[in-house]
Each structure stands twice: as structure tokens, then as C-alpha cells.
């Protein structure tokens, strides 16, 4: 699980061996706040349902974290998503790998690259330009 600096494209993440659940959404802002950032933090979150539940919001708001939730079945407005696909695109795309090791080392590997080997491919995937409409028309047929 990752948090993704929007400007900076400052990767923060938490890893384990097992799935996603509620802890590691808290783990991951217990970390963020230990940077001592100086400005406001607001969290980009799709709608799993433990990261909606109670006790990520009420960690959420004990450590000044904004949570904003995107609508359903929209990865494309969330950066880290689009990382995780780059990711998956270097590391998963027709490789194979005999040992569960060599596979979590090759997706560490990608993830700490991506400031210095990935980051001219990274500047235009993690941009913040999104296509917005004014107002949508609907045509009757």
C-alpha cells in the first residue's frame, strides 16, 4: 500500500506478506504524519470498505488527515493507482518468477527507482491534468 506526493511524486509505503485491511491504512497515515510535513495532508482513497470504515476515519481526523473518497470504478483519478499499474507493467507483464522473493524483490526494486531510473517515464503518467466538462448534454433518441 502507498501514499503518492502529488507535487513531488514522493513515494511513501507500507508493505506486508498478507492482504490490505484497515491497519495497514493506519499504519500508512502513522507514517505520513511521523514526516512532519508543514503543509495540510488530504488522503485520495477509492471505496474498499476498510478504508471507509470508523477506525480509519477517526485516525484520519485525530492526525489532521483529510480523507477524500473517489467514486467507484475511477483508478484513473488516482495517481498511486497509476503507479501500481507501471509498476505491474515492469514487473508482472510475461515474467515469471520461481521464488515469492525474487518477485517482492523485483517490485521493491521498480519502487525505489522511480526518482531516479523511471522518473522521466513517471512525469507524464503522474500528471495532475484532468479532462473536465462544464456541462454534460444528454441527446434523446
Not at 509505503?13 to 502513522?30: F, G, H, K, P, R
Not at 504524519?33 to 477517526?58: E, G, H
Not at 498511486?80 to 499499474?85: D, G, T
Request: with cysteine; hydrophobic share 40%.
Amino acid at each position: 500500500m502507498g501514499a503518492l506526493n502529488a507535487i513531488t511524486h514522493e513515494l511513501i509505503t507500507i508493505t506486508n506478506e498478507t492482504y490490505i485491511n484497515a491497519q495497514s491504512v493506519c499504519d500508512l497515515l502513522w507514517k505520513i504524519t511521523r514526516l512532519n510535513l508543514d503543509t495540510p495532508v488530504t488522503f485520495l482513497l477509492d471505496n474498499a470498505r476498510y478504508q471507509r470504515c470508523t477506525t480509519v476515519k477517526n485516525l484520519a481526523t485525530q492526525l489532521n488527515i483529510e480523507l477524500i473518497f473517489l467514486p467507484p470504478y475511477s483508478p484513473n483519478l488516482n495517481l498511486i493507482e497509476r503507479l501500481w499499474k507501471f509498476v505491474k507493467k515492469q514487473c508482472l507483464y510475461s515474467k515469471y518468477y520461481s521464488e515469492f522473493t525474487k518477485f517482492k524483490n523485483s517490485i521493491m526494486d521498480c519502487l525505489q527507482k522511480t526518482h531516479s531510473q523511471y522518473k522521466q517515464e513517471l512525469v507524464s503518467l503522474l500528471t495532475l491534468n484532468f479532462q473536465t466538462f462544464n456541462k454534460s448534454q444528454f441527446v434523446s433518441l
